[in-house]
Structures are given as C-alpha cells and as structure tokens.
C-alpha cells in the first residue's frame, strides 16, 4: 500500500517549523536536512515532530493547505501544547 505523508518540521537554526507533504517521508526528511530544499535550506538542522499519513495524494494535500491557514496553526498549537511548551516555536514563521 502507497501512503502519502503531511508533516511538520521543526528548525533548530530558528525554531520555526515548515509543513509540508510527500510519498516518501524518510527521504524528504533526509532531502531538507541536506539542503536540497530551498524553503529549508538555511533554518537547518530540522528536526520532524509531526507527520499525519493518507491513502490519496488529494487528502494529504488539502491537510497540507489546512495546517498552513490559521485554523491549522491553532489546531497545531492545541494539538501540541505540551510540546510547544517545552520546545517553543515561531508561528509566524511559515
């Protein structure tokens, strides 16, 4: 079964985090803390916290698109209180 990943990175470099979405989760993951994306190429080293998975490339996409608004980052902030609360982050930082 094919699964396609929302996730959330957290940056070490500014405490801002960076939600995107993909097929294949651990290579992603390896491609933005090597530099070989531009959104994250000066706020590593990163650091996963968050990854939801969807059978469809469309689901994953539209809860991408709803984590970036700001019904997503307040459900973030609900979602991980205890989290942000030791490790604090930046919302505006997108």
Same mark, same amino acid.
């Given at each position: 079964?094919?699964?396609?990943?929302?996730?959330?990175?957290?940056?070490?470099?500014?405490?801002?985090?960076?939600?995107?979405?993909?097929?294949? !989760?651990?290579?992603?993951?390896?491609?933005?803390?090597?530099g070989e994306s531009k959104a994250t190429r000066f706020r590593r080293p990163l650091k !996963?916290?968050?990854?939801?998975?969807? !059978?469809?490339?469309?689901?994953?996409?539209?809860?991408?698109?709803?984590?970036?608004?700001?019904?997503?980052?307040?459900? !973030?902030?609900?979602?991980?209180?205890?989290?942000?609360?030791?490790?604090?982050?930046?919302?505006?930082?997108?």
């Amino acid at each position: 079964m094919f699964y396609v990943y929302v996730y959330v990175l957290q940056s070490s470099q500014d405490e801002g985090f960076y939600i995107g979405f993909t097929g294949d !989760l651990a290579r992603r993951f390896e491609q933005h803390n090597n530099g070989e994306s531009k959104a994250t190429r000066f706020r590593r080293p990163l650091k !996963l916290i968050y990854y939801e998975a969807y !059978l469809l490339s469309d689901d994953a996409q539209a809860r991408e698109r709803f984590l970036k608004s700001g019904s997503g980052r307040r459900f !973030l902030k609900k979602q991980f209180k205890h989290y942000w609360d030791k490790y604090p982050i930046c919302f505006a930082t997108a």
